[in-house]
């Protein structure tokens, strides 16, 4: 059974940074994309970013985080990471990694089989 868990949330103040990790366990070497999602109280779950866990490691972002976060991979430990710089308020929610397994890349939660248990990102203005 595949199993992502994240660590690194917290509470921060605006203007600050703070790296999310998650780490997979029971996935091929390589063969999948990492995607971040989040979550903020009210809203639905919307993406954040993707990274591909082969090839030279292309990533993808919104437009609402691209200027200010970051995903880099450390394939030999099935892990990937989150770099938030200039957090603000509005990126305070629940953040999710998920591994989609594909070579092919997606934005779409529906597309992602296996996700973590979340973890509380939260910005003070």
């Known amino acids: 059974q595949v199993q992502l868990v994240e660590s690194g949330g917290g509470l921060v103040p605006a203007g600050a940074s703070l790296r999310l990790s998650c780490e997979a366990s029971?996935?091929?070497?390589?063969?999948?994309?990492m995607g971040w999602f989040r979550q903020a109280p009210g809203k639905e779950r919307e993406f954040v970013g993707f990274i591909m866990m082969w090839s030279g490691g292309v990533t993808y972002f919104a437009d609402s985080v691209k200027d200010r976060f970051t995903i880099s991979r450390d394939n030999g430990k099935n892990m990937v990471s989150l770099q938030m710089n200039n957090l603000k308020p509005e990126d305070t929610a629940v953040y999710y990694c998920a591994a989609r397994l594909s070579t092919s890349t997606s934005r779409l939660e529906s597309d992602y089989e296996y996700w973590g248990q979340g973890i509380q990102v939260t910005v003070s203005s």
């Open positions: 029971r996935l091929t070497f390589g063969t999948y994309v």
